[in-house]
Each structure stands twice: as C-alpha cells, then as structure tokens.
C-alpha cells in the first residue's frame, strides 16, 4: 500500500504552463512542413536541453545561427522571443494549485529552464514565486531526467521520497522520480491530475 502524499512537486512547463516552441515558430514559418523540419534539424531539443543545464542561451544561439546562417533570424527568436513560446496556463491548473495550497498541501517546483528565461517567466507568472520551494534546472547545471536533481529536490526541502508526489508531462521524468521511490504522475490533463489527487484525499 502507498504512503500518503504528504507534498506535490510540479513541473513547470506542459504542467502549469503551456509552453511549446511551435507558439512561436508558427509565426516566423508559412507552412508547418518547415517549421518542423527546422525544430527537429537546426533548433534540435537536444541543442536546446543544453540550455536547461545552464548554457548560456544567447551565445548558444549565435553560434547556431553562425552555423545555419539561412536561418540566424530564426534561431535568434529562441531567445528574443522566448516568451512567445509561452501561451499562457493550462486550463484549470492555477486552480488545482490554488485548492492544493488551501487544502495546506506544501507544494514544490522542479523545472527545466533556462537561466535567463527564469526570472521572466517568474515575472509574467506570479505563481512561480509562491512555491513552498523550487528548484531550477540550469540554477544546478542539472536537467531532468537525472536522478541526481530529484535527489537535490528531496534534500534541500527535506522531503521524503515516498510521500512526495512528482507531477510532470514527459514520461522519462517520471520514470527517473519512480525509480527513486518517490510517488509520480504522468500529466495528461487537468480532469485527469484532479481525479487523482481527488483519489488521494489531497483535494
């Protein structure tokens, strides 16, 4: 039988916030065709993942975009426009973390991002500064999902593995806190992370 979730950890983007490059990058691009193409050749994850860990995004986007010169006002956006790649909440979750915090649930924040996308987000969001406590990817020049960040999570705020609860969208991230015994969800929807919090006399 599990232990009762005595905390919740969100991630932050595809949990809370709706973010997702092709916000911005169906601006810049006339067809879907090529705007994936391009996420997935020149402005990869994998290039971008490096950010999270701590990179400097503006220097890493001019070395891009001095490699892929056709596209330099393209990959320039990553860091200009950054913002735009924000859509704004996922339906309902201010909600569901609002209800967390008067049902007196700690809640916590484990996110990948970018050192100066950070105190942006922080300012267009107020929610990201009310957090019982957070943890920031490239803060620790760590990314999800290595185990060693969760581990960082749990230390820091004192928090035992087997009755936090890790709420994230990507199934490797979910995976990694499992495997370190903490309680995890994979975010679907908001009906769906409610009716499971419901379930768990959280809410």
Known sequence: MNAAIKAVVFDIGGVLLDWNPRHLYRKLFADEASMERFLAEVCTPEWHVRHDRGVDMESSCARLAAAHPEYAEEIGAWFTRSEEMVAGMVPGMLDVLEDLRAANVPCYALTNIDASTYPLRQARFPFMSSFDGIVVSAHEG?????????????????????????????????A????????????????????????????
């Open 142 to 174: 760590l990314a999800k999902p290595d185990q060693e960040i969760f581990r960082r999570l749990l230390d820091r705020f004192r928090l035992e593995a087997s009755t936090t609860l890790m709420i994230d969208d990507t199934a490797a991230n979910v």
């Open 176 to 203: 990694a806190a499992a495997a370190l015994g903490m309680r995890a969800i994979r975010f679907e929807s908001t009906p769906q992370l409610r009716r499971f919090l419901e379930a768990e006399g959280l809410l």
